[in-house]
């Protein structure tokens, strides 16, 4: 790369980002071409690269030696996982996933409410400080004069952390950690898929929480809620196209009627001309790379478990190659010695955002307990019952304008969510009544 092209980059992402420098100052421009979120972008793909391109130079030669046969070493082993894995699918799966669900049935009323309030009250507390704790690490300042900074005013003096990476690097170094001890103390299936194929899921999942946190610097968070709770349209429409699936009217009604909530909200924020409710072009592009790239994980998750393995198996494996990641790029970009450095300033935010590890990993878990105990639907229900809640905390904590017509824009997409919710359970009850009785032998 020549002298010239290195001054070009600067400036090519000055000028991408330019309705970004409109949301948040004038003075965002004089920062530095390093405050300039498409920049930030780069800089974090090139450090990923510096990990993925020799990775996949080294599958490559492993797979064309045949070191599955040939190799041998202390290595070998490792070599082997990660490369080939364990083509063997067992049915250990089932057997170790069956038996809490023996539990669940044999289990007394009582008991079966006693656990759905559990998993309901860990789910709420979970996410509802995750992301109370969000909002105000992306989007307030630490250090002086935290009486001074007055609700709805986050650039009230003091210092603001500014390095989403980082904390997507946190969140995910507890959620390993949480995930591997869990991993030794209780019996998992066998595992047979081989350990880079995590690194795709990884990859996305790393990228989408770095859009979720940096939308935040340029839009509000009920906004970021809605437009979250909305990627059922782009999810449709890209499986009417790529994969030429068809739907059900309630599907098409329910989608249109989240448009017109999402579109409700917007306006009402854009008539509202406060800083907390401005959604600007950067916010949008940013939240859409967060829709995309969290759709890809959830795909690519569906293909690896069909290698027969445990959610907390998956959740192992994706952080691992995630903190990998993570952390390769904020070395190479000195970013982690400075957000040390900045925690050491901050102790306040330092115990923010070990919490808010703690709740993503917490959350983690409850999510996979509360699927295995009483299904998607029920874990549906909660979480589209803490998104409710979540805009209703960041209103009155952050100071949110919330006009009549943002409160009715709210209503008819929660209401097109439990619309959702209540056909798709008739569709499976008429589908499963529709079924032929098995017959006794």
Same mark, same amino acid.
């Given at each position: 790369?020549?002298?010239?092209?290195?001054?070009?980059?600067?400036?090519?992402?000055?000028?991408?980002?330019?309705?970004?420098?409109?949301?948040?100052?004038?003075?965002?421009?004089?920062?530095?071409?390093?405050?300039?979120?498409?920049?930030?972008?780069?800089?974090?793909?090139?450090?990923?690269?510096?990990?993925?391109?020799?990775? /996949?130079?080294?599958?490559?030669?492993?797979?064309?030696?045949? /070191?599955?046969?040939?190799?041998?070493?202390?290595?070998?082993?490792?070599?082997?996982?990660?490369?080939?894995?364990?083509?063997?699918?067992?049915?250990?799966?089932?057997?170790?996933?069956?038996?809490?669900?023996?539990?669940?049935?044999?289990?007394?009323?009582?008991?079966?409410?006693?656990?759905?309030?559990?998993?309901?009250?860990?789910?709420?507390?979970?996410?509802?400080?995750?992301?109370?704790?969000?909002?105000?690490?992306?989007?307030?300042?630490?250090?002086?004069?935290?009486?001074? !900074?007055?609700?709805?005013?986050?650039?009230?003096?003091?210092?603001?952390? =500014?390095?989403?990476?980082?904390?997507?690097?946190?969140?995910?170094?507890?959620?390993?950690?949480?995930?591997?001890?869990?991993?030794?103390?209780?019996? !998992?299936?066998?595992?047979?898929?081989?350990?880079?194929?995590?690194?795709?899921?990884?990859?996305?999942?790393?990228?989408?929480?770095?859009?979720?946190?940096?939308?935040?610097?340029?839009?509000?968070?009920?906004?970021?809620?809605?437009?979250?709770?909305?990627?059922?349209?782009?999810?449709?429409?890209?499986?009417?196209?790529?994969?030429?699936?068809?739907?059900?009217?309630?599907?098409?009604?329910?989608?249109?009627?989240?448009?017109?909530?999402?579109?409700?909200?917007?306006?009402?924020?854009?008539?509202?001309? =406060?800083?907390?409710?401005?959604?600007?072009?950067?916010?949008?592009?940013?939240?859409?790379?967060?829709?995309?790239?969290?759709?890809? =994980?959830?795909?690519? !998750?569906?293909?690896?478990?069909?290698?027969?393995?445990s959610s907390v198996q998956m959740?192992?494996?994706?952080?691992?190659?995630?903190?990998?990641?993570?952390? @390769?790029?904020?070395?190479?970009?000195?970013?982690?010695?400075?957000?040390?450095?900045?925690?050491?300033?901050?102790?306040?935010?330092?115990?923010?955002?070990?919490?808010?590890?703690?709740?993503?990993?917490?959350? !983690?878990?409850?999510?996979? /307990?509360?699927?295995?105990?009483?299904?998607?639907?029920?874990?549906?229900?909660?979480?589209?019952?803490?998104?409710?809640?979540?805009?209703?905390?960041?209103?009155?904590?952050?100071?949110?304008?919330?006009?009549?017509? @943002?409160?009715?824009?709210?209503?008819?997409?929660?209401?097109?969510?439990?619309?959702?919710?209540?056909?798709?359970?008739?569709?499976?009850? @008429?589908?499963?009544?529709?079924?032929?009785p098995a017959q006794k032998v």
């Amino acid at each position: 790369m020549t002298f010239t092209s290195c001054r070009l980059w600067p400036a090519l992402a000055l000028l991408i980002s330019w309705p970004a420098a409109a949301a948040v100052g004038e003075g965002s421009l004089l920062d530095g071409w390093h405050d300039v979120w498409p920049f930030r972008f780069l800089l974090n793909m090139l450090g990923y690269s510096t990990i993925i391109i020799p990775g /996949y130079l080294l599958i490559k030669y492993f797979r064309r030696t045949n /070191y599955q046969d040939t190799g041998h070493g202390i290595c070998s082993p490792i070599i082997k996982a990660c490369v080939f894995g364990s083509e063997t699918k067992s049915g250990l799966l089932d057997e170790v996933s069956s038996a809490p669900r023996v539990e669940v049935d044999s289990g007394s009323p009582v008991r079966q409410m006693f656990k759905l309030t559990f998993c309901a009250v860990g789910l709420q507390v979970s996410y509802l400080t995750w992301g109370v704790l969000q909002e105000r690490v992306m989007t307030r300042s630490y250090g002086e004069a935290p009486a001074e !900074q007055a609700v709805g005013e986050p650039d009230a003096g003091g210092e603001r952390f =500014t390095d989403s990476q980082f904390l997507v690097f946190m969140n995910r170094i507890l959620a390993l950690t949480v995930s591997g001890l869990w991993c030794l103390t209780i019996k !998992q299936p066998r595992h047979g898929a081989p350990l880079y194929k995590y690194s795709f899921a990884s990859l996305s999942n790393i990228l989408s929480s770095w859009c979720q946190y940096e939308a935040l610097k340029y839009i509000s968070f009920p906004t970021q809620v809605l437009a979250k709770a909305s990627k059922v349209i782009p999810v449709m429409l890209m499986g009417k196209m790529v994969s030429h699936k068809s739907y059900e009217y309630w599907e098409y009604l329910t989608a249109a009627l989240i448009s017109v909530g999402v579109g409700l909200f917007l306006l009402s924020s854009s008539a509202a001309h =406060t800083p907390s409710t401005v959604t600007t072009f950067s916010g949008a592009v940013i939240l859409a790379g967060y829709i995309v790239f969290d759709s890809f =994980t959830s795909n690519w !998750q569906d293909h690896l478990f069909k290698y027969k393995m445990s959610s907390v198996q998956m959740m192992f494996g994706v952080n691992l190659f995630s903190c990998l990641f993570a952390v @390769g790029s904020l070395l190479e970009q000195g970013a982690l010695v400075e957000a040390l450095a900045f925690m050491h300033r901050h102790p306040d935010f330092a115990c923010h955002a070990a919490l808010l590890s703690v709740c993503s990993a917490c959350g !983690q878990l409850f999510i996979f /307990y509360t699927i295995n105990q009483f299904g998607a639907a029920v874990f549906t229900i909660i979480m589209t019952l803490r998104q409710a809640i979540a805009i209703l905390l960041s209103c009155l904590l952050y100071g949110h304008a919330v006009t009549v017509m @943002g409160v009715l824009g709210i209503g008819v997409v929660f209401l097109a969510l439990f619309l959702r919710l209540y056909a798709r359970s008739r569709a499976k009850a @008429g589908r499963r009544s529709a079924l032929p009785p098995a017959q006794k032998v």
